[in-house]
């Protein structure tokens, strides 16, 4: 190709990008209006106010049996306390956050018009001490937050800590805290580094597992974005960046030949467990729960169904799993959408859209850490699907991924993680669709129960597909709901996951480095060709255009340069 020629090429680039930019103008009309319909639910009159209530001095506790209420399992907290001399127990009123029980109203037709979602029964008194059961009910009368009737920021308004309060005559005669949240894991973003300094401290007491937390860059609105490094020890971590990634990436096929001769030795590989979307809440508790295991615990015990369709029992080591990997928890990468309850970022940008062109810095944060890791497999936890997805997904591809040695690895993981999520929880049902395609094309008379079509991994714009040019394994995963149960199945989806890697791990390592030797080597292996479809599900390969080869010539690349020499005038 001649330089003219490569100019050409170029300026049709150059046009190409500015039509995109073009058509991603109605999406900035779309964030304005997302801006205004943010201000208009805030300032929604319908919505009580949160009241901060200060606890009053001196006055005697109020014994519960639990201290934390879930707006979306119903629960009865016992409480007692002692009865003060000449007190008519019928006088005794209720108040939590200083307000009468009667004025925390449940969701009702788009405003809080309902019952009152507290209230107190069975109160009695013997021998001068009060019992009393305080009925929490489902604030919005579902125990899905992510009920399609439902604006999904709204619990941010009732979340808090508040005291409840036993009062006679107007004066308090005991109190204590209850915390109302979504959901017991729930965590605001605020809790999330003292939660992970806490578990961090107890974890150097108990073990010696390495573990270390930075904050990998700053959020639109200044926030941190933790991320936390769990592996058996400093050496771990170290062998992976001064040698096994460098290997990766200078010389895939060396690597490979040393860890089939065993010249290697012992080596970790990272599993990465993320979260984009931090108002689909699950994903960010379900990661900090499962940090927590692998820092403290011995052993994660779950159900499970193998594929000949017997029960079993996993028991994963947590030991014996960081012998074979080591994890990078990424809580959040939107800060700031988990403390304003949002999907969007702060400049109301989907940031699981953007790793293609990397405009938002939380996203640049992100992309630079995959690069830095390489991580083997990346589960991005989201919600919300019924039916409870998990990737792989349908055509049409991205034909830059080598799926001929990431996709039968990848279906095995999903069935893996599927099967260990609805085992333990009550769900019943999970779908892939790269398989509910692939049946609906050997079947016509199939009908899927999931999603069979439309659930592409066609751009790399997507966290998990980006993963996927890394030679990830990379998942989403979408939980049905809002709620504990959700948190439970991600939780262990992603235990499955461990123990998934840990039995595969050098067949997938391997796989991985494959993908980095094609790489290097400009290979355009044509076992990728018949993954790429077209509409009709007639495979077409890819998109060649009468060249031998896929990708770019190493002689065009150098070529580039002298495109980037030429001196352009202003046109006019």
């Known amino acids: ?22 058509i991603t103008a109605p999406h900035m ?30 006055t005697p506790t109020l014994k519960l049996d639990s201290h934390v209420a879930s707006m979306t399992k119903k629960r009865t907290i016992k409480a007692r306390f002692k009865l003060p001399k000449g007190t008519d127990i019928k006088k005794i009123s209720w108040t939590y956050g200083g307000k009468p029980l009667s004025e925390w109203k449940s969701y009702k037709n788009r405003g809080y018009n309902g019952a009152p979602f507290i209230t107190v029964t069975q109160v009695k008194a013997e021998h001068a001490e009060v019992t009393a059961s305080i009925n929490f009910g489902l604030t919005y009368g579902t125990e899905n937050l992510a009920e399609p009737s439902l604006q999904r920021p709204l619990y941010a308004s ?30 605001t973003y605020d809790e ?17 597992r390495y573990i270390k937390t930075l904050s990998i860059g700053k959020s639109v609105e200044g926030r941190d974005i933790y991320m936390t490094v769990v592996a058996k020890d400093q050496a771990t971590i170290d062998k992976y960046q001064n040698v096994t990634h460098p290997a990766m990436l200078n010389d895939p096929a060396k690597l490979e030949n040393d860890i089939q001769s065993g010249a290697f030795g012992d080596y970790q590989v990272p599993i990465w467990i993320n979260n984009i979307h931090p108002n689909e809440a699950p994903g960010f508790d ?70 293609s062109y990397q405009t938002q810095p939380e996203t640049r944060s992100i992309t630079e850490q995959i690069a830095k890791w390489s991580p083997i497999s990346f589960l991005d936890l989201h919600g919300f699907d019924k039916n409870f997805l998990i990737e792989p997904t349908t055509p049409p591809h991205d034909p830059n991924i080598e799926y001929d040695l990431l996709m039968d690895n990848m279906v095995e993981q999903a069935k893996a993680m599927g099967e260990a999520g609805i085992a333990n929880t009550k769900y019943d049902y999970y779908h892939i669709p790269y398989e509910e395609h692939r ?18 991994d066609a751009s790399p714009a997507y966290t998990a597909v980006f ?46 480095l494959k993908v980095y030797e094609r790489g290097i080597n400009n290979i355009d292996d044509r076992s990728v ?42 046109i006019g």
Request: with cysteine.
């Open 29 to 58: 009309a779309m964030a304005d209006a997302a801006q205004r319909a943010k201000s208009t639910l805030l300032n929604d009159k319908s919505e009580p106010t949160k009241i901060i209530s200060t606890q009053v001095k001196n």
């Open 439 to 456: 049946k609906t094309v050997e079947n016509p008379k199939y009908v899927s129960k999931g999603t069979s079509s439309g659930w592409d």
């Open 286 to 355: 379900a990661i900090i729960n499962y940090f927590k295991t692998m820092a403290l615990d011995k052993n994660v015990t779950y159900k499970t169904t193998l594929s000949n369709g017997k029960s079993s029992t996993v028991t994963l080591n947590m030991d014996d799993a960081l012998e074979h990997v080591f994890f990078l928890f990424l809580y959040t990468e939107n800060p700031d959408g988990r403390v304003h309850t949002e999907r969007y970022n702060a400049e109301y940008f989907d940031l699981n859209r953007d790793n």
């Open 529 to 570: 060709d018949r993954y790429l479809v077209n509409a009709k599900n007639q495979v077409i390969g890819r998109p060649r255009h009468g060249n031998e080869n896929f990708f770019l010539s190493i002689t065009f690349c150098r070529s580039i340069k002298v495109f980037k020499k030429i001196r352009w005038k202003p």
């Open 192 to 208: 999330l580094k003292p939660e992970i300094d806490a578990i961090t401290a107890q974890a150097a007491q108990k073990n010696d």
């Open 467 to 512: 993963a996927m040019h890394h030679g990830a394994m990379g998942h989403t995963l979408e939980t049905p709901e809002s709620n504990e149960e959700s948190t439970k199945a991600l939780y262990y989806s992603v235990a499955a996951a461990t123990d998934f890697v840990m039995q595969k791990k050098e067949k997938l390592f391997l796989n991985q």
């Open 158 to 187: 009732l979340m808090g800590t508040y005291e409840l309060a036993a009062v006679v005559n107007g004066k308090t005669v005991a109190q204590a805290p209850i915390k109302l949240v979504p959901y017991d894991s729930f965590r």
């Open 1 to 22: 190709m001649g330089t003219k020629q490569i100019v050409r090429f170029c300026l049709a680039l150059t046009i190409s990008a500015a039509m995109l930019l073009e």
